[in-house]
C-alpha cells in the first residue's frame, strides 16, 4: 500500500504541509506541536541534509510511537553535531556507544526491554553511511539476521563527512573525495545496504529522500507497525562533502530520484512492494552539474564517456525498479 | 568558568544554549510580491486573495473580496477579456487558471443566494452627480456609495448598463444578469434618473458637489463608401442598440456584409446569423493578426459559420451587391490598394469601424481638454475643470468593460479624496512575482478545466447564453491550481525544511516567523519555497 497521495489541493501533498487538508492528513513536520527531536542549536553545517533527515524520521517515529522511543547512535557527523559534551541537541532517549555497534547496542537496547516486560518502548538504531555501510555492518547484519525488534535508519550522504570526506562503501562512482581525489571514485565497487537488506528477508526495507517528506514519514510509520527487524535507508544530501550550495540540499536530493540514481521503493520480506515513480524525469547532468564532486567531469573537454556510464546506471535502476511507467 | 573540566565551556545541558545564529552571513526575510494576475487587472482587483478564499471553500468571503475593488463579478465571468489569465504564471507551467470562470462561479452565486453589499461608512453629507449608467459610471457610484457619499446617476438610456446592455449582446450577457448586479447597486441607495440627457453640466451640477462623467462611446464612425441608391448601410452600434429596443430587431435581409475588425464587427456578425442570415461576412482591410477584436470572439464567430475576408475594403457598394478591393500590407504593415476587385452578394453593410464619444455636454465647462475625440483626464481622473472627473470610453484607454470598472473605482477614489479636501495617495506596488521566482516542483499537476458551450446549432439559432458557468466542486478546483504567486499560502515548507528549527509556526493565517538565535542562514526555506515569498538578505555588520 504506497504512500497516499492527495490529488488536486493546490500542492497536494508535495509541500511540507497543505492548509486544505483535514488535520489527521497533515504530515508530522507541519504540526505546530511537533517534537523537534533534533533542536536547535545543534552544530551541523548551514543546509545539512542529515540534520533534517534525522528530525524528520525520528519526529515520526516519535509520533508513531506515542512518544516511547529510545534512539541508539553510531559514531559520525549526527552523533558529533549534536552532542559536544557536555549538551545535547536530542529530546528523546538517546544513546551512543562507538562507531562500529549502534545495531547491536540497538539489538541490546531491545533485549533488556524485552527481558523487562516492557513492549510499548520501541528501538530505533541510526548511524550515517560510514557507521552503516561498512563499520557496523556485521553487527546490522546480525540484527538482520536474529530479526531483532529494532529499526535501523541509515542516513546516507555517500562518504564519512565528519572526519574530512573520506570515502565510504557508499560513495557512487565517480565522486571525488579526500581519499578517492580526480578521476574520481573507481565504477564496479561499494555496496547497495538496501538490497543487501532485502537479502535478510526482513520485515520492512524501505528508501527515501530528504526530498520527499510525505513520502519519509509514511515510511517511518508503515515501518513502526511492523516488529521485527526493519531497515529505512534515507539519502541526505551533504554540502560539504558534495560541494553543492547550503540552499540546494533539497534540489539534489530531488534530482538524484528524479535522475534514477537514487531509487525510492519499499520492500517486504525480500520482494519490493513500491516505488516512487519519476515525475519529472532529468538526465543525470543535471545532478551532476550541481556538486563540485564531480566537477572534474565538466571541464574542458567534458568526460562524456563517464557521464555516459553514470546515465547508463541510473537508466538500469529505471529499468529494474519501473521506476517510469 | 573555573569550575568546569578542561576544555568545556558550556553546563550539562541542552544546545538551546547555543545561538548558532552567529553564523550567519544572510538572513531570510519573507515579503509579499505581486501577483502577475492582480498586475494585469484593469479593475484592480485582489484576484489571488479571493482565489485563497474560494479555495478554502469560502465563496461568499471570496465574493466579497471581489466586492471591494468591483461590482460585477457576474458580469465580469462573461464579458471580460481576461489580461489575468495571459499574465497568469500558471500558463508557463500547464494552462492558465481559469480566474474568469471561478469569478462568474461567485458572482451567480452570489446572485442565487441575495448577497448584498451593506454600507458601512457614515454619510459624508456630499452629492456626486454621475453621468452615464455603464460600466464606468455604476462602478464609480457603487464606490462612493461605499465611501459614504450620495450618488445620483443620469443616463439618457431607458435602461442602465450602458454598452453592457446596448452594446454586447445577449448570447453573451444574458439581461438577467445585467439587471441582478446594477439592482444590487440601486438597492445600496444609488439613485438612477433614466431617460434624462444633460446637455448644460453647470446647471445640472447645481447641488452636487462634484461629477464624474462617464458617457461613453456611442456614436459609430461613418466610412465614405460610394454607394448606390438602393444600398442598404447600417452601423454596428444601432444595430446592436435595436436588438434591445421594443421596435424589434433590425432588418438585415439573408446576405450581411459587416466591415470592421473589432468586438462589435463580430458581436454584429453574430447576431446578424441569429437573426437568420444564411450569410455574414466580415470585411476588414488588414490580417488576423492585426484585428483589434479579442481572439474568443473571432473564434466564436467563426464556430457559429461567420466568414472572414481579410485584406479586404468595399470599393463601391450597391442594393444586393458590393464591391471588394483587395488589398497587400505594406512594409510598415499598412494596407494598400492592389487593383483587383471581386464582388460579393449583400442585402446590407454593417459599418463597425469603432465609435466616437458624443461630448456635448462638455460645452461651456472651462478648462476641459479634447484630443482626438476623447477627454483628457490627470492620473486622478480629474479633467481640467476642477471637480468634474471622467472615466470609460469617453477618455483615452483601451474601450473593455473591465477597463471601465478600473475607471469607476480610481475615480472614486479620488473623488473622495477631493471631496474631503485632500488627494488619494494610492498604496505601493510590490514587486513582481515572476515565474523564475517560484518552485514549481511542489504544486499538482491539475489540467485546466473547461466551461461548457452551447452547441453551435443551438447558438445560431437563439440568442441563448454560448457559454456556460462551471459546477461548484470545478470551480472550486480551478481556484485551487492558483499558484499563489510571490505571497504565502502557508504550505509550511520553510517551516518543514530548516536543518536548525529557525522557523516558527504562527498558526493558521498568522504565517511565519524566523527565530534568528538559530538561524544558520542556508537558504533552504527560500530555495523551496514554492511561491517565491522569501528572500534573502545580506546581514549588516
Known amino acids: 500500500m504506497p504512500a497516499q497521495r492527495t490529488k488536486f489541493y493546490q500542492v497536494g501533498s508535495f509541500a511540507v504541509g497543505n492548509r486544505l487538508l483535514p488535520i489527521e492528513q497533515r504530515a508530522v513536520q507541519a504540526g505546530m506541536e511537533r517534537r523537534n527531536s533534533l533542536t536547535s542549536g545543534h552544530r551541523a553545517c548551514r543546509g545539512c541534509g542529515e540534520a533534517l533527515g534525522a528530525r524528520y524520521a525520528i519526529d515520526a517515529a516519535i509520533s508513531a510511537s506515542g512518544g516511547r522511543l529510545v534512539a541508539v547512535n553510531a559514531t559520525g557527523c549526527l552523533e558529533v553535531f549534536s552532542t559536544p559534551y557536555p549538551e545535547t541537541s536530542w529530546q528523546v532517549p538517546w544513546i551512543h556507544s562507538l562507531f562500529g555497534n549502534a545495531p547491536a547496542v540497538a539489538s541490546g537496547v531491545a533485549a533488556a526491554l524485552r527481558a523487562k516486560g516492557i513492549t510499548d518502548v520501541r528501538v530505533v538504531g541510526q548511524g550515517g553511511d560510514g557507521g552503516t555501510v561498512d563499520i557496523g555492518f556485521a553487527c546490522l547484519s546480525g540484527m538482520f539476521e536474529r530479526d531483532d525488534d529494532v529499526l535501523y535508519i541509515c542516513y546516507d550522504n555517500q562518504a564519512y563527512m565528519n572526519t574530512g570526506v573520506q570515502r565510504s562503501g557508499a560513495t557512487p562512482p565517480a565522486a571525488r573525495t579526500s581519499t578517492t581525489p580526480v578521476p574520481g571514485n573507481a565504477f564496479g565497487q561499494g555496496k547497495n545496504v538496501p538490497m543487501i537488506a532485502m537479502a535478510h528477508e526482513i520485515p520492512y526495507v524501505a528508501t527515501a529522500t530528504v526530498a520527499d517528506l510525505r513520502d519519509l514519514e509514511y515510511k517511518v510509520r508503515r515501518a513502526m507497525e511492523l516488529r521485527g527487524a526493519r531497515y529505512l535507508h534515507i539519502l541526505v544530501p551533504c554540502p560539504l562533502g558534495w560541494v553543492t550550495e547550503a540552499c540546494d540540499t533539497i534540489r539534489v536530493a530531488r534530482l538524484a530520484t528524479e535522475s534514477g540514481l537514487f531509487p525510492v521503493f519499499e520492500a517486504e520480506r525480500g520482494e519490493v512492494t513500491d516505488v516512487t515513480k519519476i515525475r519529472r524525469r532529468v538526465p543525470v547532468d543535471d545532478y551532476l552539474r550541481l556538486q563540485g564532486r564531480y566537477r572534474h567531469l565538466f571541464g574542458d573537454p567534458p568526460q562524456t564517456e563517464v557521464i555516459a556510464r553514470i546515465q547508463a546506471s541510473a537508466d538500469r535502476n529505471i529499468r529494474r525498479f519501473g521506476l517510469v511507467d | ?541
Open chain 2, 1 to 541: 568558568m573555573d569550575d568546569k573540566p578542561f576544555a568545556i565551556t558550556l553546563g550539562v545541558g541542552s544546545s538551546l544554549a547555543n545561538k548558532t545564529g552567529a553564523w550567519r552571513t544572510e538572513r531570510p526575510v519573507y515579503l509579499d510580491r505581486l501577483p502577475p494576475c492582480n498586475n494585469a487587472c484593469p479593475a484592480g482587483e485582489n484576484i489571488q486573495q479571493w482565489l485563497s478564499l474560494a479555495e478554502e471553500p469560502s465563496y461568499e468571503a471570496a465574493w466579497r473580496q471581489v466586492m471591494r475593488d468591483n461590482p460585477f463579478p457576474a458580469i465580469m465571468g462573461r464579458v471580460c477579456y481576461r489580461p489575468c489569465e495571459t499574465a497568469c504564471n500558471r500558463g508557463k507551467l500547464d494552462e492558465a487558471v481559469g480566474v474568469n470562470s471561478v469569478e462568474r462561479f461567485l458572482g451567480d452565486e452570489a446572485i442565487r443566494n441575495g448577497w448584498t453589499m451593506p454600507v458601512e461608512a457614515p454619510p459624508s453629507g456630499k452629492r456626486v452627480l454621475v453621468v452615464g449608467a455603464g460600466p464606468a459610471g455604476l462602478s464609480a457610484a457603487y464606490h462612493l456609495t461605499l465611501l459614504g457619499h450620495r450618488v445620483t446617476v443620469a443616463d439618457s438610456g431607458s435602461a442602465a448598463g450602458g454598452m453592457m446592455r446596448f452594446g454586447i449582446p445577449r448570447y453573451r450577457l444574458p439581461r438577467e444578469i445585467l439587471d441582478a448586479e446594477i439592482g444590487r447597486i440601486t438597492a445600496m441607495g444609488v439613485t438612477l434618473e433614466l431617460n434624462r440627457t444633460i446637455t448644460d453640466l453647470p446647471a445640472a451640477m447645481r447641488g452636487y458637489d462634484a461629477a464624474f462623467l462617464a458617457v461613453g462611446a456611442h456614436i459609430g464612425k461613418r466610412a465614405y463608401i460610394p454607394a448606390g441608391d438602393s444600398a442598404r448601410i447600417l452601423d454596428a452600434v444601432s444595430v446592436l442598440r435595436g436588438m434591445e429596443g421594443d421596435a424589434g430587431a433590425p432588418l438585415l435581409g439573408r446576405r450581411v456584409v459587416v466591415y470592421g475588425g473589432g468586438n462589435t464587427a463580430m458581436d454584429a456578425a453574430r447576431t446578424a446569423k441569429r437573426l437568420g442570415a444564411a450569410d455574414a461576412v466580415v470585411v476588414y482591410r488588414r490580417t488576423r493578426d492585426r484585428m483589434p477584436a479579442h481572439d474568443v470572439e473571432v473564434t466564436e464567430a467563426a464556430e457559429e459559420g461567420v466568414r472572414m475576408k481579410w485584406l479586404s475594403t468595399i470599393a463601391h457598394a450597391d442594393g444586393g451587391r458590393i464591391t471588394i478591393e483587395k488589398m497587400r500590407l505594406d512594409e510598415t504593415g499598412f494596407p494598400q490598394p492592389t487593383g483587383e476587385y471581386e464582388e460579393l452578394a449583400a442585402d446590407s453593410v454593417v459599418l463597425a469601424l469603432g465609435q466616437e464619444a458624443d461630448l456635448t455636454l462638455l460645452s461651456g465647462l472651462p478648462g476641459i481638454e479634447v484630443a482626438d475625440g476623447v477627454v483628457k483626464v490627470g492620473p486622478n481622473m480629474m479633467t481640467g475643470c476642477p471637480g468634474v472627473f471622467a472615466g470609460g470610453d469617453m477618455v483615452p484607454a483601451e474601450r473593455t468593460v473591465t477597463v471601465a470598472v478600473g475607471h469607476g473605482k480610481k475615480a472614486a477614489r479620488h473623488i473622495d479624496a477631493w471631496l474631503r479636501g485632500g488627494a488619494y495617495e494610492p498604496p505601493p506596488r510590490h514587486g513582481l512575482a515572476d515565474f523564475d521566482l517560484l518552485n514549481t516542483w511542489y504544486y499538482s499537476d491539475a489540467p485546466a478545466t473547461v466551461r461548457p458551450k452551447l452547441d453551435v446549432a443551438r447558438r445560431i439559432s437563439t440568442f441563448d447564453e454560448v457559454e456556460g458557468g462551471l459546477e461548484e466542486s470545478t470551480a472550486l478546483f480551478e481556484a485551487r491550481r492558483c499558484l499563489s504567486c510571490g505571497n504565502c499560502f502557508e504550505c509550511d515548507n520553510c517551516y518543514g525544511v530548516c536543518p536548525d528549527n529557525a522557523i516558527v509556526k504562527l498558526g493558521p493565517g498568522l504565517r511565519f516567523a524566523v527565530d534568528l538565535d538559530f538561524c544558520k542562514g542556508c537558504g533552504l526555506c527560500v530555495a523551496e519555497c514554492p511561491a517565491g515569498a522569501i528572500e534573502m538578505v545580506p546581514e549588516v555588520t
